[in-house]
T-cell receptor, first 114, second 111 residues
């Protein structure tokens, strides 16, 4: 186990709804990244938070937003859900410091939009 | 053109075979190279991490990076059924930055 937990594990939403996914980082980690993994594809970077500030964003529309809290847990919010948002959403936590770059992934939240 | 290209397979080998997995990339600015293993319904787990060119060995696994050819490889010796999973290559421009993944190769090791 990586110590990174995500909730919920599965979720079904209707097109147009909003969803919030949650991630609890590994203890001591100050950075969290979110990825979207469509079926049969590699994960795609959504954004990264470092010490509660957004620290990089991938090619995703503004309806994908996030938060990182003082305890370094994190949320991914998606508004106006579309069918193509159906995917496995992964968070990865890391401690960004000299000589350390390993990102530990959670088990993911599988989102289905109908 | 994708930044990282990886043959999706599927790849099926008999137990005990040597497996070779490969990725090519287009951007010479990548500095950090990783291989992740992802079992069905699980998140990716880091197998190997390499900085710049060279080889790295860990048990049955060997990672190779050839920056001049923009080509990375993962070799698995004495493959086991428990190695059956999807293998993802990933790259970073800078330490701690975003990971850019290949599509993943689905590997099946038959007993």
């Amino acid at each position: 186990e990586t110590g990174v937990t995500q909730s919920p594990t599965h979720l079904i939403k209707t097109r147009g709804q909003q969803v919030t996914l949650r991630c609890s980082s590994q203890s001591g980690h100050n950075t969290v990244s979110w990825y979207q993994q469509a079926l049969g594809q590699g994960p795609q970077f959504i954004f990264q938070y470092y010490r509660e500030e957004e620290n990089g964003r991938g090619n995703f529309p503004p309806r994908f937003s996030g938060l990182q809290f003082p305890n370094y847990s994190s949320e991914l919010n998606v508004n106006a859900l579309e069918l193509d948002d159906s995917a496995l959403y992964l968070c990865a936590s890391s401690l960004v410091s000299a000589g350390d770059t390993e990102a530990f992934f959670g088990q993911g939240t599988r989102l289905t939009v109908v | 053109q994708k930044e990282v290209e990886q043959d999706p397979g599927p790849l099926s080998v008999p137990e005990g075979a040597i497996v070779s997995l490969n990725c090519t990339y287009s951007n010479s600015a990548f500095q950090y190279f990783m291989w992740y293993r992802q079992y069905s319904r699980k998140g990716p787990e880091l197998l190997m991490y390499t900085y710049s060119s060279g080889n790295k060995e860990d048990g049955r696994f060997t990672a190779q990076v050839d920056k001049s050819s923009k080509y990375i490889s993962l070799f698995i010796r004495d493959s086991q059924p428990s190695d059956s999973a999807t293998y993802l290559c990933a790259m970073q421009y800078n330490q701690g930055g975003k990971l850019i993944f290949g599509q993943g190769t689905e590997l099946s090791v038959k007993p």
